[in-house]
């Protein structure tokens, strides 16, 4: 891009393929380091510095907030941004030393696009309370109704009962074996 630097005008187009260093999102999904992300770059020198427009594709993945399968979403994303050559505050990026550096860029669009709460489908009906099973694999999934809670305290309480005098049983029984 040196023959574009402070020559308004001009012009480059170029497809790259970038791949992704660092994770670019959240645990939840993210596109993974690692993994291929194309750009298709158009470079324009302007007076204050080089303009960057880019589309940007690939693919995260990362897992559904409802039923926890793992899923992979599309990434498409446009960035356009002025690398300016001035170090005046008002350009969030600068060209430094004859360079632009679009990582940064290209993340914080690729972070932005990504869902907040992915799921694998919009109507994906979660995991079972009770035992677990993703329902969408189980049409009709459903439990008998719970155990009346008085009989249920019934129930705990015979189990209570049990437990102690099986001790004491085998207590005796080691007592008599002394014994002998
Ligand atoms: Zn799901
Ligand atoms: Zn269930």
Request: proline residues 6%; glycine residues 6%.
């Amino acid at each position: 891009m040196y023959d574009l630097l402070h020559r308004p005008g001009e012009m480059r187009e170029r497809t790259l393929q970038i791949t992704v260093p660092d994770d670019m999102g959240t645990d939840i999904i993210a596109v993974k380091a690692g993994s291929t992300l194309d750009v298709d770059l158009r470079l324009e020198s302007l007076h204050d510095g080089i303009l960057v427009s880019a589309d940007v594709s690939g693919t995260a993945s990362g897992e559904c907030v409802r039923c926890l399968i793992d899923i992979e979403h599309p990434v498409e994303v446009e960035i356009q941004e002025l690398f300016a050559y001035s170090h005046d505050e008002a350009f969030e990026y600068e060209v430094q030393v004859d360079t632009i550096d679009l990582e940064p860029v290209i993340r914080d669009a690729v972070v932005l696009s990504l869902p907040f709460q992915p799921v694998c489908q919009d109507d994906c009906l979660g995991l079972c309370p009770q035992c677990g099973v993703r329902l969408l694999d189980n049409p009709g999934h459903e439990h008998e109704a719970p155990v009346d809670p008085r009989w249920a305290a019934l129930a705990g309480l015979d189990g209570l009962k049990h437990e102690p005098q099986e001790d004491v049983a085998d207590a005796s029984s080691g007592v008599t074996e002394e014994k002998r």
